[in-house]
């Protein structure tokens, strides 16, 4: 009887090893074939990062010539720009040096044009520190002005300055670096910079301390304030004192009128 119990046991037993062992093998099945599937991925994953290492390097290399081809091109073209500047420096120079000595040439001949009063001495002189704007002599033609010329009676230093009409007044537009004269009589000095003026600009001097040029009363038309000019300001040509004495000044422009 107890053996017929174990036996029975036995073979409860092995049934159930049996079909633990059935549901089992399709369970190893399925973990092999995802293991399997996992290590085709994995494949694919690693043969994918051989490829972009490849590219990677190959990107590199053609980096590296790019920047090595950049750096061989700004050298030279610093080589050509240093060159090409070296040798607008000289030809700037060059020309300059011509234009000066022109320009001197020209002033020292007489040859440029004049506009302003006659260069004379006058009967009158000594006058404070003014501005003089000469109204007789406006511009008759447009050009280029370089320097001015004046009969002194004494050294003195005064800045040029291109008054420009604008409806009923007149606008400073341009005025030039203090230039000195160094002597008494008949002196042309150069302008630093030339400047371009057109038909119906007017000429103002900008005196620092006592007038040194002399004047005549009742054959001009130049007048005066005390106060200065600075560019961009505006002149009302009745405000300026002096219409009723009708000056005329020993100074004018020098320049290349059309």
């Known amino acids: 009887m107890k053996s017929i ?8 037993l092995l049934m159930t090893l049996g079909l633990t062992a059935c549901l089992a093998q399709p369970n190893v099945k399925a973990l092999r074939d995802e293991n399997a599937q996992l290590q085709r991925q994995l494949n694919q994953a690693s043969d994918e990062i051989t490829d972009m290492r490849v590219r990677e390097e190959r990107l ?20 050509r720009v240093q060159e090409s500047s070296q040798l607008r420096a ?19 001949s007489d040859l440029l044009d004049y506009v302003g009063g006659e260069l004379v001495s006058r009967a009158h002189r000594g006058e404070e520190s003014r501005t003089l704007v000469d109204l007789a002599n406006p511009i008759p033609r447009s050009g280029t002005l370089t320097g001015m010329a004046g009969h002194f009676e004494s050294p003195g230093q005064l800045v040029v300055k291109v008054l420009r009409p604008v409806e009923e007044n007149l606008v400073v537009v341009w005025e030039s670096l203090p230039i000195r004269a160094e002597q008494s009589g008949l002196v042309r000095l150069s302008f630093p910079v030339s400047v371009g003026v057109d038909e119906g600009d007017i000429i103002a001097y900008q005196f620092d301390g006592v007038v040194p040029i002399s004047f005549d009363r009742g054959t001009g038309d130049t007048r005066f304030q005390r106060e200065g000019l600075t560019l961009g300001s505006i002149v009302e040509p009745e405000a300026l004192a002096g219409a009723d004495e ?10 290349l009128l059309n």
């Not at 036996?7 to 409860?12: D, K, N, Q, T």
């Not at 000289?90 to 020292?108: G, H, K, N």
């Open 90 to 108: 000289l030809v700037r120079d060059f020309v300059q040096a011509q234009i000066d000595s022109y320009r001197d040439f020209l002033l020292q």
């Open 60 to 79: 590199r290399t053609e980096l590296s010539e790019r920047n090595r081809v950049i750096d061989v091109l700004s050298t030279e073209k610093s080589s």
């Open 5 to 12: 119990v174990i036996l029975r046991r036995v073979s409860a």
């Open 246 to 255: 009708r000056r005329a000044y020993s100074i004018g422009v020098l320049g």
